[in-house]
């Protein structure tokens, strides 16, 4: 397996512009998380699917951020309109389980986004 | 919510000297603990997994130690390489999902 995929890997925008973040999950994992990582805050994270539906968006900072998993290989993250202030790396992880055995999360290379 | 407190300071260490970096967490105890390692430009990757009825894990040159009456994980790594350089995190279970430390910073000189 290519491990957890991501796309883009670099985005740069100007404010008040959509921005479109995907991502790819291993086969076979059940979860899917997305995270945002800033020196300030660490790694934040904003919601997570289980078996394509969402269980708990309430890291989402707020009705800019939305989040979607049509299917079990495909997610995407959204932002509209970007600020700067959402400037940040943004990372998908998957597992298998939440709590029990293969609990361990496998990340995605990450996003960086820039918003001037 | 659980807090989590790493040190927020880099730890330098001489090569083939052993590391040891601190995870405390406040509120509950967790069923678990979790260690990740962090290299510049990349993703978390998953390191280990320590029980709470587990006092001590080990892998090659890595060592986890839980003690749930202090609220604390030790995390070591013996005879360190400058390929150790890294920023360490541990997480752990908590109302929403896992809950990641802010990381420490590792770096072995030659």
């Known amino acids: 397996d290519a491990g957890v995929i991501q796309s883009p890997r670099h985005e740069v925008t100007e404010m008040g512009q959509e921005v479109t973040l995907r991502c790819k999950p291993i086969s076979g994992h059940d979860y899917l998380f997305w995270y945002r990582q800033t020196m300030m805050r660490g790694l934040e994270l904003l919601i997570y699917?289980?078996?394509?539906?969402?269980?708990?968006d309430s890291g989402m900072p707020e009705d800019r951020f939305s989040a979607k998993m049509p299917n079990a290989s495909f997610s995407t993250l959204k932002i509209q309109p970007s600020e700067p202030r959402d400037s940040a790396v943004y990372f998908c992880?998957?597992?298998?389980?939440?709590?029990?055995?293969?609990?361990?999360?496998?990340f995605g290379p990450g996003t960086r986004l820039t918003v001037l | 919510s659980q807090k989590i407190e790493q040190n927020s300071e880099a730890l330098n260490i001489q090569e083939g000297k052993t590391a040891t970096l601190t995870c405390n967490y406040t509120n509950y105890s967790p069923a678990y603990l979790q260690w990740y390692r962090q290299d510049p430009g990349r993703g978390p990757v998953f390191l280990l997994l320590?029980?709470?009825?587990?006092k001590e894990k080990r892998k090659e040159r890595l060592k986890v130690t839980f003690d749930t009456t202090l609220k604390q994980s030790l995390f070591h790594i013996t005879a360190s390489q400058p390929a150790d350089s890294a920023t360490y995190l541990c997480?752990?279970?908590?109302?929403?999902?896992?809950?990641f430390g802010s990381g420490t910073r590792l770096q072995v000189q030659p």
């Open positions: 320590i029980r709470e009825n587990e």
């Open positions: 997480a752990l279970p908590g109302r929403r999902a896992l809950t």
């Open positions: 992880a998957s597992s298998l389980s939440l709590a029990g055995v293969g609990n361990e999360q496998f």
């Open positions: 699917f289980n078996n394509n539906v969402p269980i708990d």
